[in-house]
């Protein structure tokens, strides 16, 4: 595969994760699955183009379901580390509106959530905008990043939705020092998010770009990346989980190589 390790049959790397139990199987047997497909950088980029023109799906519903997936794992890390509040990070995009709508679930379950953007209110377009505004609407804290703004770690669940797998280049100025930041709290404490893939992670190569956000858990959306299968991405990945955010089967199985992972579900 394209800029991936070819040594001499490494073991999976995602063969020692455990699943996370999402509730009681049925005693009939395992619940059906989301079919776990992988796919390369550009086919994840043009994916939701497809869906939106091909598909008429708007882009506002998979944003929705990305929202509402995050929120899930959100929850289920606070329970699991004790964590108290969460701070999210917003970057120029659409994984920016992903956190906008993941802010919007949080506060819904009465959890303290704070944005931290790195372009001003107005800039936002499109359904990222839309879910700002929302957002504002609902009075949930929301402001330009600045390092002195950033709380002290202990207790924080940290959500990197800064860039996806639609950066080109190595992140520089106000998101490096974003990354940096997020990275910086989790050596003091904090747990990390990273919605899709972690921010500067090169999502075809399985590299960093130069800064890259350190995961505890990423939640990647649609489909695995080519990238996460490099055994020197799994450091940057953490824990990695594949939601299902209403891509159609169809549009998978054109762009995507289905993959039988180890484990059940759809953790990793």
Not at 55 to 69: D, Q, R, S, T, Y
Not at 130 to 141: C, D, H, R, S, Y
Not at 217 to 232: D, E, H, M
Request: negative net charge; charged residues 20%.
């Amino acid at each position: 595969m394209n800029g991936q390790d070819h040594h001499t049959s490494p073991p999976n790397p995602f063969a020692a994760r455990e699943p996370i139990n999402r509730g009681s199987e049925p005693s009939t047997g395992p619940a059906p699955s989301y079919p776990i497909y992988e796919m390369d950088a550009e086919s994840c980029r043009v994916l939701d183009a497809i869906c939106i023109n091909e598909f008429k799906i708007p882009g506002i519903v998979l944003m929705e379901n990305a929202g509402a997936a995050l929120c899930r794992n959100a929850i289920e890390m606070l329970n699991e580390f004790h964590a108290s509040r969460v701070e999210i990070f917003c970057g120029p995009g659409n994984n920016a509106g992903d956190g906008f709508v993941l802010a919007r679930h949080l506060h819904n379950h009465q959890i303290d959530v704070r944005i931290h953007l790195l372009i001003a209110v107005d800039q936002y377009t499109n359904d990222a905008r839309t879910n700002m505004k929302i957002v504002l609407k609902m009075g949930i804290a929301c402001k330009p990043f600045e390092t002195a703004l950033v709380s002290s770690a202990p207790g924080a669940l940290i959500v990197d939705a800064i860039f996806g797998t639609g950066l080109s280049r190595p992140p520089s100025g106000t998101s490096s020092e974003m990354i940096e930041a997020i990275n910086t709290m989790r050596q003091q404490g904090a747990k990390v998010l990273a919605v899709d893939v972690p921010s500067g992670f090169d999502a075809q190569s399985g590299q960093p770009m130069s800064a890259c956000v350190i995961a505890d858990r990423t939640v990647t959306l649609a489909a695995l990346k080519s990238g996460f299968t490099a055994l020197r991405a799994q450091p940057m990945l953490g824990h990695l989980v594949v939601e299902d955010i209403g891509v159609p089967l169809e549009v998978l199985e054109r762009l995507g190589t289905r993959v039988h992972p180890p484990s059940t579900g759809n953790t990793l």
